[in-house]
Nanobody, 124 residues
Framework: QVRLVERGGGLVHTGDSLRVSCVAYGGTFSDYYMAWFRQAPGREREFVGAIRWDGGYIYYGDSAKGRFTISRDNAKNTLYLQINSLKPEDTAIYYC?????????????????WGQGTQVTVSS
């Protein structure tokens, strides 16, 4: 089973762009569907998007369409999330998650491996 470590969060300003990454250790990264979720204070964990094992299929949650781009590099065991035109409401802890074959579409319970999260704070 892989272990996931997110990197790249921080304090940014409204309108900035940011790329966060998730490195997988152990296991075979290319076996896993990967996903990004985020959780703001006092709110439920929200699905951002997911990408198939080979990168050939990507889907996004409704709130992430347009400014968010998910990609992966299986040679580097790394998942990426590019966020453009950041807004204060994007402030959250961003988590990556993995599963061999998620049964649902965008539910936290569909993914059984999680990273510790990385904080993204967007100042106005």
């Amino acid at each position: 089973q892989v272990r996931l470590v997110e990197r790249g969060g921080g304090l940014v300003h409204t309108g900035d762009s940011l790329r966060v990454s998730c490195v997988a250790y152990g296991g075979t990264f290319s076996d896993y569907y990967m996903a990004w979720f985020r959780q703001a204070p006092g709110r439920e964990r929200e699905f951002v998007g997911a990408i198939r094992w080979d990168g050939g299929y990507i889907y996004y949650g409704d709130s992430a369409k347009g400014r968010f781009t998910i990609s992966r590099d299986n040679a580097k065991n790394t998942l990426y999330l590019q966020i453009n035109s950041l807004k204060p409401e994007d402030t959250a802890i961003y988590y990556c998650a993995a599963d061999i074959y998620p049964l649902g579409r965008g539910r936290p319970q569909d993914f059984n491996v999680w990273g510790q999260g990385t904080q993204v704070t967007v100042s106005s």
